[in-house]
């Protein structure tokens, strides 16, 4: 990995608030020096627009160029739309080019051009009416990435959760959750809080399913059956692990004060208490790939795009924990 490379940051929903995360987040950092540079897979056009001040956006060719330009422009690596975006108003022929965007960003990280990659949101609905594939990010990037095994993880200050199952029905995060998902998130987990957080030694705290973590067979059986047979795994492994936990009472400070992460069984069950920790701050990132990505912890906002209203904070995290991330790789 290229120490110091910049970060690839992509389009996005061009109807979203993505571009103005962009626009924003290049005036906060600008000034900060060659380590704080990243610069955008985009159309230049559309961010000029945003910014409404065409020497606020620079072209360049290679991600070599962005950290020289950095304080005086947003550097943009051109990715052109078929069409102008409309704030608020998905386009399908727009999808071509948030596809590409992303394949441009993950390329470059794996060759070690850029430091890593942060992802704008999309809208998962118009790319797959485009024929994607993919449920989202984090799949693409797997497949991107050479089938890499890799796990969702949300983290904010004081807390970093990883779910088992992700975009899924609850229903079918029930029928579908196994113990070696559980264990397989377990060890993705922990293998990356090593390489990428500097954690020697990992402790993991496994959720349980159902209320109380079904108060011993009185309301459900899975936390014997699917759970308890993951924990023993991965304590097997080495790791210091406890579980199954009730969900209700594992997420107060003094809990969260035990364990370097905890590992969840559905959806949100991760996602509320990160949320509720720091709604504005949170940051996805993607465990197990080759490379290294983080996202803002919210999706495209399409009823404020356009508006000038747009919270970067988020995205200003997923930015620095993305340079951090890249600076322990390249440092190994």
């Not at 993505?18 to 000034?31: D, I, Q, S």
């Not at 596809?99 to 993950?106: D, K, N, T």
């Not at 794996?110 to 430091?115: F, K, M, P, Q, V």
């Not at 000038?308 to 988020?314: F, I, K, V």
């Given at each position: 990995?290229?120490a ?5 940051v992509?389009m996005?929903?061009?109807?979203g ?35 409404g ?6 072209e ?5 160029e ?12 051109p990715?052109?739309?078929p069409?102008p975006?409309?704030a608020?108003r ?8 948030v ?8 390329g ?8 890593g ?11 797959q009416d485009a024929?994607?594939?993919?449920p989202?990010?984090?799949e693409f990037?797997a497949a991107l990435g050479?089938g ?8 904010c200050?004081g ?5 088992v ?15 070696d998902g559980?264990v ?9 809080l ?9 402790r993991i705290?496994?959720a ?16 014997a ?14 790791l210091?692990?406890?579980g ?11 809990a969260?004060?035990r364990y370097?992460v905890?590992?969840c ?11 509720t ?17 983080t ?38």
């Open positions: 990995m290229n110091g490379a910049p970060i690839a992509t996005g929903e061009p109807a608030i993505g571009g103005e995360l962009t626009v924003k987040a290049w005036r906060a950092r600008r000034g900060r020096g060659g380590p704080a540079a990243f610069f955008a897979i985009d159309d230049p056009d559309r961010l000029r627009a945003i910014a001040d065409d020497g606020a956006v620079v360049i060719a290679h991600p070599s962005a950290a020289p330009a950095f304080d005086r422009a947003l550097p943009v690596l990715q052109r739309l069409a975006a409309v608020g998905p386009d399908v022929r727009a999808a071509a080019a596809i590409a965007s992303i394949e441009r960003a993950a470059l990280a794996l060759s070690g051009e850029a430091g990659v942060v992802t704008n949101p999309i809208q998962k609905k118009t790319l024929g994607f594939a993919h989202g990010h984090t990037l050479g890499a095994d890799v796990a969702m993880m949300l983290a200050e807390l970093r959760v990883v779910p199952t992700i975009h899924v029905s609850l229903r079918r995060a029930i029928e579908t959750l196994t113990t559980i397989r998130a377990g060890r993705v987990a922990a293998a990356a090593r390489r990428d957080f500097g954690i020697d030694l990992p705290a496994v349980g399913l159902n209320p109380h973590a079904g108060e011993q067979g009185a309301m459900g059986d899975e936390e059956r699917i759970v308890a047979p993951a924990v023993e795994t991965l304590r097997g492994d080495g210091p692990v406890a199954p936990m009730p969900p209700d009472t594992m997420f107060h400070p003094a969260r004060a370097d905890a590992v069984m559905y959806h949100d069950q991760a996602l509320i208490p990160v949320k920790l720091d709604f504005a701050g949170g940051v996805n990132v993607t465990l197990g790939l080759p490379f290294v990505r996202s803002p912890d919210h999706g495209t906002a399409l009823d404020i795009a356009g508006k000038g209203l747009a919270d970067p904070a988020s995205f200003l995290a997923a930015l620095d924990m993305a340079s951090a991330m890249a600076a322990r790789r390249a440092a190994a």
